[in-house]
């Protein structure tokens, strides 16, 4: 089954205390992305990859690292988590850019409570 | 600064009836506009798109309208079934070489039996 998996679906942390949540995809897609959903503003992209070894900075960037060294996995960083990086967390890829960018598969997502 | 308002954050219909979810921007180099559906405990899923160069788009019950002119996007759901009860969000797509993905705030639709 086609499908993008996240580990963990929750989790609840304490400030300061480094975490990594998994990402992978089982399509073959080039595109990944990282989004946070926060009430009242919609899904903003964290970060993106656009194949291996290639990231950039999305939106809302700070605090966060990632890494794409494998087409399949782009894994998200919180090297010192604080409680504003409380929020739900969407991993997505997609086949590549241009209009294939269009139909990105999403996560199931990522609870994440920093404490 | 928001590029993407959903003015509605919730909206309720009755089973059968017109569901109209309805987005707003400000930048004219979008060139790519979506829907996309989220279930509680889900991730989006892709509904429904439409290029700039077109104001219309049909996919069984839902259809999309663009008005370039107004800046403004909707999403009609005829006829509205329970089973649309979830959140909407309208994404576009910024034409430059990043092709990012900027969504809206979303739309709790409602569909009531």
Not at chain 1, 27 to 42: A, F, I, K, V
Not at chain 1, 74 to 101: D, H, K, M, V, W
Not at chain 2, 24 to 53: C, H, Q, R, V
Request: with cysteine; aromatic share 12%.
């Amino acid at each position: 089954e086609a499908q993008v998996t996240q580990n963990p679906r929750y989790l609840i942390t304490v400030t300061g205390k480094k975490l990594t949540v998994t990402c992978s995809q089982n399509m073959n897609h080039e595109y990944m992305s990282w989004y946070r959903q926060d009430p009242g503003l919609g899904l903003r992209q964290i970060y993106y990859s656009m194949n291996v070894e290639v990231t950039d900075k999305g939106d809302v960037p700070e605090g966060y690292k990632v890494s794409r060294k494998e087409k399949r996995n782009f894994p998200l960083i919180l090297e010192s988590p604080s409680p504003n990086q409380t929020s739900l967390y969407f991993c997505a890829s997609s086949l590549g850019g241009g209009r294939s960018y269009n139909e990105q598969f999403f996560g199931p997502g990522t609870r994440l409570t920093v404490l | 600064d928001q590029q993407v308002k959903q003015n509605s954050p919730s909206l309720s219909v009755q089973e059968g009836r017109i569901s109209i979810l309805n987005c707003d921007y400000t930048n004219s180099m979008f060139d790519y506009f979506l829907w996309y559906k989220k279930y509680p405990a889900e991730g989006p899923t892709f509904l429904i798109s439409i290029s700039s160069i077109k104001d219309k788009n049909e996919d069984g019950r839902f259809t999309v309208f663009l008005n370039k002119s107004a800046k403004h996007l909707s999403l009609h759901i005829v006829p509205s079934q329970p089973g649309d009860s979830a959140v909407y969000f309208c994404a576009l797509i910024d034409g430059g070489a990043t092709n990012k993905l900027i969504f809206g705030t979303g739309t709790l639709l409602a569909v009531q039996p």
